[in-house]
């Protein structure tokens, strides 16, 4: 038995043996785990003044026992900030209301309440004047297909979702699911599309069905999404890298300096305040839409074609303000 194992797993052993109705005593306690009698004497006034453990000693059996056979040790013994912890996870619950999870998670969250001391300071779960999450904008998924998705993916499954494309058409696509993956309040399952032969990266909000097959499939073990999606800006992902790079106006940078956007992100400072933020990605699509969420804040150096890209969009754009209500088509 190790020595120095956490006080809590001391704590269960302890109990076992008190469970077990051997009468153990701290001298025959602290031989089996290898600490001093008097740790084990702390261990026992700790259960006993701290957890209200009803244990006594027995004189005719020289050793203690619990006085009534249904209490249970509180499973976990964590101090103020776990307690926070676990109520500001509790509050990032909330993003994922509506998905199959959420009530395991819930539930969970109820066992961990349950299973604290009385005497630890309660969850402030309802107080809602301490802690606000606001989770992202959320696409609309049907509960079905979410449901079905979960599913293959738990138990490595193939199956055939109604696939809608950004013009609107629907068409049958067959996937071995690989990888779930939640990103800026959308659903999407990475996994090898029978019809391209390849790994594709599927949205469950475009998803008009999903039905789950009977075949099952092996994961190939090449399959490593954090090295496949290592240089994306977002979800999507290419085989290409490119650097890019963006001048950012002393106001704007004072926003871009406080986050790590990428983690291929280098600063340049220049002495005006202003900054050039130095990426290299294989995808330009979520890069490129970021970028004009700045709007004249951001002005890209490179590569040109993204540059003369998003002045085309921006052209686009001007021109469809300046149409009159109704006109643009």
Same mark, same amino acid.
């Given at each position: ?5 956490p ?34 004497q702390?261990?026992?006034?700790h ?14 059996h020289?050793?203690?026992y ?6 249970q040790?509180?499973a976990?013994?964590?101090?103020? $900030?776990d ?18 999870i ?9 066992k ?8 630890t ?5 309802h107080?809602?004047?301490l ?18 998705v ?5 138990? $490595? ?16 696509r ?31 909000a ?12 092996v994961?190939?073990a090449?399959?490593?999404?954090r090295?496949l ?21 002393p ?6 300096r406080?986050?790590?956007?990428h983690? $291929? ?21 979520e ?25 085309q ?12 209500n109704?006109?643009?088509k």
């Amino acid at each position: 038995m190790a020595k120095y194992n956490p006080l809590h797993t001391r704590l269960l052993f302890i109990d076992r043996k008190l469970r077990e109705k051997c009468f153990p005593n701290c001298g025959s306690l602290a031989d089996e785990w290898e600490v001093s009698v008097r740790t084990i004497q702390r261990d026992l006034d700790h259960m006993r003044y701290e957890l209200d453990a009803p244990i006594e000693y027995s004189a005719q059996h020289r050793g203690y026992y619990y006085t009534e056979d249904q209490y249970q040790l509180p499973a976990l013994n964590i101090r103020e $900030s776990d307690l926070f912890a676990i109520y500001l996870a509790e509050k990032l619950l909330t993003q994922y209301e509506g998905t199959p999870i959420y009530d395991n998670l819930r539930s969970m969250f109820g066992k961990i309440e349950a299973s604290l001391p009385d005497k630890t300071v309660a969850l402030p779960s309802h107080d809602p004047g301490l802690f606000t999450v606001l989770p992202p904008f959320t696409t609309v998924i049907l509960p079905d297909v979410l449901t079905t998705v979960f599913d293959c993916l738990r138990n $490595s499954t193939r199956m055939t979702i109604d696939y809608r494309s950004p013009g609107g058409e629907v068409a049958p696509r067959e996937i071995d699911p690989y990888h779930g993956v939640r990103f800026e309040g959308d659903w999407y399952v990475v996994g090898h599309c029978h019809l391209r032969q390849a790994i594709r990266t599927f949205s469950l909000a475009r998803m008009a069905a999903a039905r789950k097959g009977t075949a099952q499939f092996v994961r190939p073990a090449s399959f490593d999404f954090r090295k496949l999606f290592g240089s994306h800006f977002g979800i999507h992902w290419g085989k290409d890298e490119v650097e890019v790079r963006i001048h950012f106006s002393p106001k704007a940078a004072a926003y871009v300096r406080e986050r790590q956007w990428h983690p $291929s992100q280098r600063l340049e400072e220049r002495n005006d305040g202003s900054l050039i933020l130095v990426l290299t990605v294989n995808h330009l699509l979520e890069l490129k839409r970021w970028i004009l969420s700045w709007g004249d804040g951001a002005r890209v150096i490179a590569p040109r074609e993204l540059a003369d890209d998003l002045c085309q969009t921006a052209c686009r754009m001007a021109a469809m303000a300046r149409m009159p209500n109704g006109d643009a088509k």
